[in-house]
């Protein structure tokens, strides 16, 4: 909930898929006065209908700090996100980056070294974390319900966005399922094992298998691609008590419950296996993640900034975890390239 004040000046650079988005929830959203955007094309007319009336687009990202902002979204491509981000942060501006964090490790290092001035956060938009689905799922397995976990399945598929050139599906789509997965397990990745391949002509991988390896001894497996007619994006995680499935497209999350009444019926046990449990569907509120998102940064933002606390727990995404991702997303590349189990530290 935002705290009482004046609103918070808002920022926006880039004015792409996510862009567009940002700048219709950031105008919206309490608490916070979109002020000022920035785009390479800010001299297209076209572009001024992207923005809501009376807000100014400028070519220049010195725009925003003549306007006093007090915190920036920043929606470009991975490869420029630290030539934003570092100037704003310095500035003492506050940052929320699009995932993933950069599309180097080293360059998510100096952002994260940026974002040590005091009084800023950095945040990394890894949006999957507000999917009403997930964070369900979050809750329910951190009170205990599936008990030990055992495993962390994902499968994010489907045709290429052609807005992606600069990373490729390891950092662009992955890194969404490194993130959740040690999210939810509250583990790191230790070691990583995978293959890639380039199917499609470009210049990045365009399909990945990982096996991964975390700090609890859960076991994650990551199916992601941009070849697939078909777009799907599931999280399945499997522990003592059953298994949860997590539908992020629908906001869906089901509960298959351990086997507790014998299947008699010979045939049936073949596939059913010799028992089943009840199967549930459950009902839960379902905010858009990206409104869930800002949101956090804003209270973020007006805990450090205005109290002098910490970060609340689970507002952001930080830039310390970003960078992890990164490293993770990194190592699963290596892996690939190397032919080889990946250890991480």
Same mark, same amino acid.
């Given at each position: ?101 950069? &599309? ?40 205990? #319900?599936?008990?030990?976990? &055992? ?24 890194? &969404? ?20 391949? &380039? ?52 906001? #869906? ?60 727990? #689970? ?27 990946? #250890?991480?530290?």
């Amino acid at each position: 909930m935002s705290r009482p004040g004046r609103p918070l000046r808002a920022g926006l650079v880039g004015l792409g898929v996510m862009g567009r988005h940002h700048a219709r929830v950031l105008n919206s959203l309490e608490g916070v006065e979109l002020v000022a955007v920035v785009d390479a094309a800010a001299t297209d007319p076209q572009v001024a209908q992207l923005v809501p009336a009376g807000v100014p687009v400028h070519a220049e990202v010195a725009a925003l700090l003549a306007a006093r902002v007090d915190l920036v979204v920043v929606a470009v491509p991975t490869a420029l996100h630290e030539d934003v981000a570092v100037p704003l942060l310095e500035a003492g501006v506050s940052v929320l980056v699009e995932k993933p964090l950069a &599309h180097t490790a080293e360059s998510a290092r100096r952002i994260l070294a940026a974002a040590q001035r005091p009084g800023v956060v950095a945040a990394v938009g890894h949006i999957e974390r507000c999917n009403p689905a997930l964070r369900e799922l979050r809750r329910r397995t951190a009170r205990g #319900d599936l008990g030990a976990l &055992h495993q962390v399945q994902t499968r994010r598929q489907g045709p290429f966005p052609a807005r992606i050139g600069d990373v490729g599906v390891v950092k662009d789509l992955g890194t &969404h399922d490194i993130d959740l997965t040690a999210w939810i397990t509250g583990a790191p990745y230790t070691a990583v094992s995978a293959r890639t391949a &380039h199917r499609a002509g470009r210049a990045h991988e365009d399909l990945a298998v990982v096996v991964g390896a975390l700090a609890d001894g859960t076991i994650a497996n990551h199916v992601v691609n941009w070849l697939s007619p078909v777009k799907e994006r599931v999280t399945v995680v499997t522990g003592e008590g059953g298994t949860l499935v997590a539908d992020t497209l629908t906001a #869906d999350l089901t509960l298959h419950a351990n086997g507790s009444v014998p299947v008699s019926w010979e045939a049936l046990a073949g596939f059913r296996g010799v028992s089943e449990g009840d199967v549930t569907r459950f009902a839960f509120p379902k905010p858009e993640p990206l409104r869930t998102e800002l949101a956090g940064f804003r209270d973020a933002v007006r805990a450090v900034r205005d109290e002098g606390a910490p970060v609340p727990a #689970d507002a952001v995404v930080t830039a310390a975890e970003g960078l992890r991702v990164v490293e993770v997303a990194e190592a699963v590349l290596r892996s690939a390239d190397e032919g080889r189990t990946v #250890d991480l530290p």
